[in-house]
């Protein structure tokens, strides 16, 4: 199974300022139809997940341009600028390239 | 509006068998495969499986961790997708949630996700 290793575990951050969250994957997540299908959602806390990211770097509707994703074959990274309160949560990346569908195991930002 | 409501959660002993339901409305369903993702109190986000939509047959695809103990199908005349557990076990205890995922795994991939619904192994 494809392993997607994410970091930092835990990010405390200043509110306004920037977050970077890495997410590594044990095998390239090149699909043969030469997309990336590589996901990030966002779990508030008592929520349901939500996608903020589709293949890398389409943004969904709705959510803040403060968020963006890129990266490429192995290594990706969701930047969040000028962080807000409604932030907080846990951050999981997700590989649907590979079957069987994996996840990361999640990084908690919170406010310092 | 885009709905998925999942339902069929509840207490149930090692072995027994339960099934979850996600009923959607708000979409053509019969376009969309249906995928399971469950959560452990505390933990992480787990995939478990799979189910394509009709043009590809609705077939399915499972984690190791369930393959052979859990089933995903689909009736596309009620708009529904199940999970049928099996010989569940305690560390299958966790809250169980649907999302969509539109044929090309695009800008309809998991984009929408049900409440999830608790099921709890325990004698």
């Known amino acids: 199974d494809v392993v997607l290793t994410q970091s930092p575990l835990s990010l405390p951050v200043t509110l306004g300022q920037s977050a970077s969250i890495s997410c590594r994957s044990s095998?390239?997540?090149?699909?043969?139809?030469?997309?990336?299908?590589l996901n990030w959602f966002q779990q508030r806390p008592g929520q349901s997940p939500r996608r903020l990211v589709y293949?890398?770097?389409n943004r969904d509707s709705g959510v803040p341009d403060r968020f963006s994703g890129s990266g490429a074959d192995t290594d990706f990274t969701l930047e969040i600028t000028r962080v807000e309160a409604e932030d907080v949560g846990v951050y999981y990346c997700?590989?649907?390239?590979?079957?069987?569908?994996?996840f990361g195991g999640g990084t908690k930002v919170e406010i310092k | 509006e885009v709905q998925l409501v999942e339902s069929g959660g509840g207490l149930v002993q090692p072995g027994r068998s339960l099934r979850l339901s996600c009923t959607t409305s708000?979409?053509?369903?019969?376009?969309?495969?249906v995928t399971w993702v469950r959560q452990a109190p505390g933990q992480g986000l787990e995939w478990i499986g799979l189910?394509?939509?009709?043009?590809?047959?609705?077939?399915?695809e499972y984690a190791a961790s369930v393959k052979g103990r859990f089933t995903i199908s689909r009736d596309d005349s009620k708009s529904i997708a199940y999970l049928q557990l099996n010989s569940l076990r305690t560390e299958d205890s966790a809250l169980y949630s649907c999302?969509?995922?539109?044929?090309?795994?695009?800008?309809?991939?998991?984009?929408?996700w049900g409440q999830g619904t608790t099921v709890s192994v325990s004698s």
């Open positions: 997700m590989q649907g390239t590979h079957w069987p569908f994996t």
């Open positions: 999302a969509r995922v539109d044929g090309d795994y695009d800008v309809g991939f998991m984009d929408v």
């Open positions: 189910i394509r939509n009709k043009a590809s047959r609705g077939t399915t």
């Open positions: 293949k890398v770097s």
């Open positions: 095998q390239s997540l090149v699909y043969k139809d030469g997309s990336t299908y």
């Open positions: 708000g979409f053509t369903f019969a376009d969309y495969g």
